[in-house]
């Protein structure tokens, strides 16, 4: 038997976690150390296996501390063999959790997704000409046909780069005031089709809970080219805004 660790939060008062369950409906129950207290149940190794039904039990407990507390949200599959083991851990991170707690008290995160429309038929993503400069480079030797091609790929990805970077900056000029921190992810490429690719921009803002309504009504009235599409998302714990 293992123990499974959901958050990490400070001690006081707090939903009784006795009347919690968490996966396979196991009791959640706390240890702590120092003013830190960690939300744990016991698991067999063979039930960690990533499946719907236990990502959503885990996912409703770290929900319910947070609901009421400033949580430190760890992602699924942090394992201990003891409790002891736990209890160690927040004491040798204890300022360093305490730090992060002050920095997200009262905040959630909030999620901004730039979905780049586009018809890419290449394998690298942002070659937008690639039919073109196929038929530019048939005159060429292979050595210069290379190197064009090259160049042709490297100018498309500072073109894209440039386009990301004016998308983050108007989005945090939108949203000025109303966030403490953000984060971006480097834009992955999705793949509905075998030959189509689009390109994903992904911002996470960390926003105090009072300015969730207004974060919302400033998202819609961001404007970006109709080339491009945006999601919104939370709030949620702040996943990317913790520790690793």
């Known amino acids: 038997m293992r123990y499974l660790l959901y958050c990490v939060f400070r001690s006081g008062k707090h939903k009784k976690a006795e009347a919690l369950t968490g996966i396979n409906g196991e009791p959640v129950f706390l240890v702590g150390a120092n003013n830190i207290s960690a939300a744990l149940s016991r698991i067999e190794h063979s039930d960690l296996t ?3 039904p236990r990502l ?3 996912q409703r407990v770290i929900d319910l501390f947070h609901r009421s507390h400033t949580i430190i949200p760890i992602r699924y599959g942090c394992l201990f063999e003891e409790e002891s083991h736990v209890i160690r851990l927040i004491e040798e991170r204890c300022k ?4 992060l707690l002050k920095e997200l008290k009262g905040c959630v995160e909030m999620g901004v997704r730039v ?10 993503p942002f070659i937008h000409n690639h039919k073109s400069s196929i038929a530019n480079r048939r005159s060429l030797s292979p050595g210069r046909a290379y190197i064009a ?4 790929c490297y100018d498309e990805e500072e073109e894209f780069t440039k386009k990301t970077d004016m998308v983050v900056e108007k989005c945090c000029a939108a949203f000025a005031g109303l966030f403490i921190k953000c984060k971006t992810e480097s ?3 999705l793949t509905p089709r075998p030959v189509f690719h689009i390109p994903l921009l992904s911002l996470y803002f960390l926003v105090p809970r009072k300015s969730v309504d207004t974060f919302r009504k400033a998202f819609h009235n961001i404007g970006l080219e109709e080339s491009s599409k945006l999601l919104l998302s939370g709030p949620w714990p702040p996943y990317n805004f913790v520790l690793s």
């Open 56 to 58: 959503l039990a885990y």
């Open 50 to 52: 990533p499946a719907v």
């Open 149 to 152: 091609a090259r160049k042709t």
């Open 115 to 124: 979905l780049f429309e586009s018809d890419v038929r290449h394998p690298q």
């Open 187 to 189: 834009p992955t490429v």
């Open 96 to 99: 360093q959790y305490e730090a």
